[in-house]
């Protein structure tokens, strides 16, 4: 079984609607990340959460809203789609020790905004 | 905020052949990690380095974090159609905890 699950893998969907993703782990990380990833620019950092109690706004924040439902869980919110959130998303976790600076991803989500 | 610049975008080789690639910053970077991501799929993590000259292997790839702390190379050798994909450099500097990440080289392999 995959260590890190995002739902759904596609997702289509109109402008005004709101959407949510979902990531789930089971690497036991503490640290849980959401990006965005568009063609040519890499990737992103929309929202990042080092525990449960903790969310903190990454570069591109703006139009998305996360919760970190259980250690396990992290998923994300766009309360009102617009097109040009029309991208890849995806989730990784990470741990503080030993190596804090490794990050490992989930298989993704492609959002669709007509 | 900090930027990568990542290069060559895209690269089509001969099937045995060497690549390189490269990634600079225009700040001093103290992680710098390598991943490569297959079509549909998440990037996967191929090398970490943290440590200024560090030179590290991975089967046929091999990395090294520049001596002035604003570069990284990856080298494959004697590449193999599984190569393709994109390859992304990722970076954390002083300014923050979080990682950068360059644009990506996409590398396609000619039988």
């Known amino acids: 079984d995959a260590d890190v699950t995002q739902t759904p893998r596609n997702r289509i969907t109109k402008t005004g609607k709101r959407i949510m993703l979902e990531c789930s782990q089971t690497k036991g990380h503490d640290r849980m990340y959401w990006y965005r990833q568009d063609p040519g620019l890499g990737l992103r950092l929309i929202y990042y959460s080092f525990d449960v109690k903790d969310i903190n706004k990454g570069e591109i924040s703006d139009g998305y809203s996360v919760s970190r439902q259980a250690q396990a869980k992290f998923s994300l919110s766009l309360e009102s789609a617009i097109p040009n959130q029309t991208a890849l998303y995806f989730c990784?976790?990470?741990?503080?020790?030993?190596?804090?600076?490794?990050?490992?991803f989930g298989p993704g989500t492609r959002l669709t905004v007509l | 905020g900090q930027q990568l610049n990542q290069s060559p975008q895209s690269m089509f080789i001969q099937e045995g052949e060497d690549v390189s690639m490269n990634c600079t910053s225009s700040s001093i970077f103290n992680t710098w990690l390598w991943y490569k991501q297959d079509p549909g799929e998440g990037p996967v993590l191929l090398i970490a380095?943290?440590?200024?000259?560090e030179l590290t292997s991975n089967g046929r790839l091999t990395a090294q974090f520049g001596i002035t702390r604003k570069d990284s190379f990856l080298n494959i050798s004697a590449s193999i159609p599984s190569d393709v994909g994109i390859y992304f450099c990722a970076g954390r500097g002083n300014a923050g905890n979080m990682l950068t990440f360059g644009g990506g080289t996409r590398l396609m392999v000619k039988p």
């Open positions: 990784a976790t990470g741990t503080p020790r030993p190596r804090s600076d490794e990050q490992f």
């Open positions: 380095l943290y440590k200024a000259g």
